[in-house]
């Protein structure tokens, strides 16, 4: 019998969409699914067109073309309806200092339908500020009002939220607390979009990763999955050159990336590292070739690439922290 195969279901999709401002096309035909439950990565250099994409999720400025659907309903032609499912902080939070936390709170609760003082307690805990919230926000740290504008965000009981750069400013004990945060809210059943140009902390929060350059997505996909397409293999063999002659022909190699000098760390005179670019699933099967053919083989090196590995290929260098 055969197994249902389960479908995703779809929080956030955006199709199409583009941006024109003064006839030059700033964001340029961009689409991609946010999943119920996931962490969704948004990943690109600073003037990307990350803020500009997100200013329209929330229908802050209008798409030139494109739609974008939050939990089914259309942002530009049920706005209201749409617009309740999601919360959202872009750039910073607005707040006011010379208020309380709690006071804050108590502020944008009247603009929401259903928010009563409970639903207040209840996102304080989420963001685990109970013994900070009764104080003027002007005390706090840039990493406590992040997290009373999630608080904020969070009120309305939203299905999606998205956060512009939520680690923006933050020392590297504020980013890893911000992180564990983001997973928990995950964790709990939110999903979450998040735009960042911090690639080692998209790899470590996300599930899935939009990268996007000079307004366009040129690659989505799962962070592991999106990894593993630039994985390289070292092999450390004599002699080279007939190495070099059946890895060159193996289909199961994508390609020949560079043949290092003699390596002096070996007593044997010809040893030499190939690196070569393919699945590491295929390595035992090329081990034995080599072997078969007399080839000796003294080490394997599976290098597992960064996402910085993938962005610099992907985007031919571009700048990115």
């Not at 035909?29 to 690109?44: N, Q």
Request: glycine share 8%.
């Amino acid at each position: 019998m055969t197994e249902a195969v389960v479908v995703p279901e779809t929080v956030l999709s955006v199709k199409n969409l583009k941006k024109r401002i003064k006839n030059k096309e700033i964001i340029k035909g961009i689409s991609f699914d946010v999943y119920a439950g996931e962490i969704f990565g948004f990943l690109g250099p600073n003037g990307s067109g990350k803020t500009t994409t997100i200013r329209m999720l929330v229908d802050l400025i209008r798409p030139t073309e494109g739609t974008i659907h939050i939990c089914g309903f259309d942002v530009r032609k049920e706005h209201n309806q749409a617009m309740r499912q999601v919360g959202c902080i872009v750039e910073n939070p607005e707040l006011y200092s010379y208020l309380t936390g709690w006071e804050n709170l108590e502020h944008f609760a009247r603009m929401l339908p259903d928010v009563d003082e409970q639903r207040i307690q209840e996102v304080v805990e989420i963001v685990s500020m109970d013994g900070r919230i009764h104080d003027k926000v002007r005390t706090y740290s840039l990493g406590m009002r992040q997290r009373l504008g999630i608080a904020q965000a969070l009120l309305g009981r939203p299905s999606l939220l998205i956060l512009d750069e939520p680690t923006n400013g933050l020392d590297p004990q504020g980013i890893k607390e911000m992180r564990e945060f983001i997973q928990r809210l995950a964790a709990d059943g939110l999903s979450l979009f998040v735009s960042s140009h911090l690639l080692s902390e998209i790899q470590q929060m996300c599930d899935r990763v939009a990268i996007i350059s000079h307004g366009e997505v040129i690659q989505v996909g799962a962070v592991d999955e999106l990894i593993a397409q630039g994985g390289k293999v070292v092999w450390s063999v004599s002699p080279a050159d007939k190495a070099e002659g059946l890895l060159d022909a193996s289909p199961l190699v994508n390609a020949i990336e560079e043949i290092g000098p003699v390596d002096p760390t070996h007593s044997h005179s010809s040893v030499r590292q190939i690196v070569t670019q393919m699945d590491k699933e295929h390595v035992p099967q090329i081990s034995r070739q080599l072997m078969e053919a007399g080839i000796s083989l003294y080490a394997v090196e599976i290098k597992n690439p960064t996402l910085e590995d993938l962005f610099l290929s992907l985007t031919e260098g571009e700048t990115i922290q």
